[in-house]
DNA sequence: CACTAATAGTTGCAGTTGCAACTAAATCAA
DNA sequence: TTGATTTAGTTGCAACTGCAACTATTAGTG
């Protein structure tokens, strides 16, 4: 008894289905050479950016629960990329950045994200600005 | 020490990000009533569609590792919405289908996961048909 | 000041996942 | 037929994740 559903043009599913393939290749960019996941680059990403910067403001810029951003720190930390930085006012906050090997392992991993997405977007040619465009119009409608 | 990276701006990450709050809103619709994951779901979902299917077909149709769907078939039969077909001419294959209360359970979350979706598309307005166009296009850049 | 509530971050625990190794069955080659 | 290879599905294991509970610190109230 067939019912009339079809998942794959269902919209949720088809965008999961995209994200996560898209990541995957992404992450094979980084997980094999530098060993790191990624949540890790994600927190690399955003201490590279922001500079010195508090666990609580990588949770806000990645959207990823505090525990594997605690988890994720720890790690970077055990590797040497990124250090504690001086306390604040605030003793409850941690503050952190990264260090001169994470900043210069952060100098090698770009470029090849970088040309990952390039690659992406070159393929979309023209039609890559649509899709930004898209991108920003369904963010309005689900980050409501 | 800045560099020139801005994650918030990153077309995986910013796609990722907006596939994980998708499907964490429509799962929450199938999660809390019916006690599913989205595993299980797009179990479900596929053999709705297919009727009677083998776990490799949803494999397939899913892209979902293999050890991760025996075990979601696994636990639909022990919740009795999924049940084993007659064995077809390769005995190393099984074929699974919808047991009348999956296919009852199925009937009651459809409606539920339909209109989210329609109401996805629905504050997308006339931007729906571009954005499935977009999607159209990753999928043909990404799925190579 | 004392007491309560809120916030930042860590950790134990349980659930989920992917990988690799495994069993069983089919296919292929000689 | 026999033996090697491939394929379908299962399971043990290790890694990752989210939740809840916890500590430590700050903010708010009287």
């Known amino acids: 008894m067939k019912q009339q559903f079809d998942l794959q043009n269902f919209l949720p599913f088809r965008l999961n ?3 996560s393939e898209m ?3 992404l992450s094979s960019v980084y997980r094999e ?3 790191i996941e990624i949540t890790e680059w994600r927190v690399i990403a955003t201490l590279a950016h922001e500079g010195e910067t508090t666990a ?7 959207r ?8 994720a720190v720890t790690k970077l930390i055990g590797m040497g990329w990124v ?7 605030d003793g409850r906050e941690k503050s952190f950045k990264l260090t001169s090997l994470g900043s210069q392992r ?3 991993i770009l470029p090849l994200v970088r040309a990952y997405e390039r690659e992406v977007l070159k393929a979309l040619g023209a039609d890559g600005d649509g899709c930004l465009k898209t991108i920003s119009l369904l963010e309005k409608v689900i980050f409501k």
């Open 106 to 108: 952060m100098g090698e």
């Open 64 to 71: 990823t629960h505090k525990s594997t951003i605690s988890r």
């Open 17 to 19: 289905r995209l994200a």
């Open 83 to 89: 250090e504690r930085s001086g306390p604040s006012q």
């Open 56 to 62: 609580q403001a990588i949770v806000a810029s990645t």
């Open 23 to 25: 990541s995957a290749g």
């Open 33 to 35: 050479k530098f060993g």
